[in-house]
């Protein structure tokens, strides 16, 4: 007797589907709540600057020194650009996470040009890495 086959049905497939794009919203979602956090509790505020800026500043004014060189270097669009291009050559899913982040980063934080380009390409290496990932789990069962 022949086995009869049942296609999955087109729910089951469409879930498949939107798992990875629900990752990378959770992932961008994150990211955007806390670069959201650092511009407007930490970076904007003039009485966060005028501290940082007296002469005695917090320990803590290096987290504000660090991002505005950051955003004012373009090192978090960069970095996103370089993990996305990284991650597009290598299939690895932890750098495409970085370039995720650091363009959601860079976005937020005044510099979205590049920061863009390397969110897209973390996105998409992170998505088509997913999607491989289930097939492979789903041929060995």
């Not at 049905?9 to 961008?28: E, T, Y």
């Not at 002469?55 to 996305?84: D, K």
Request: proline share 5%.
């Amino acid at each position: 007797m022949s086995e009869r086959v049942i296609p999955p049905s087109v729910p089951l497939q469409l879930k498949a589907l939107l798992h990875p794009q629900l990752k990378i919203l959770i992932i961008g979602a994150v990211a955007s709540a806390v670069a959201l956090g650092l511009r407007y509790g930490v970076v904007e505020p003039e009485s966060v600057a005028a501290t940082c800026l007296g002469q005695t500043p917090p320990g803590w004014c290096w987290v504000r020194q660090a991002l505005v060189v950051g955003f004012s270097r373009n090192l978090f669009a960069l970095s996103s650009l370089v993990a996305g291009v990284l991650a597009t050559a290598t299939r690895f899913r932890w750098l495409a996470v970085i370039a995720i982040v650091m363009g959601v980063m860079g976005s937020i934080l005044y510099r979205f040009e590049l920061a863009g380009v390397g969110l897209l390409l973390g996105a998409l290496v992170f998505a088509r890495s997913d999607i491989e990932r289930r097939k492979d789990a789903g041929s060995k069962q």
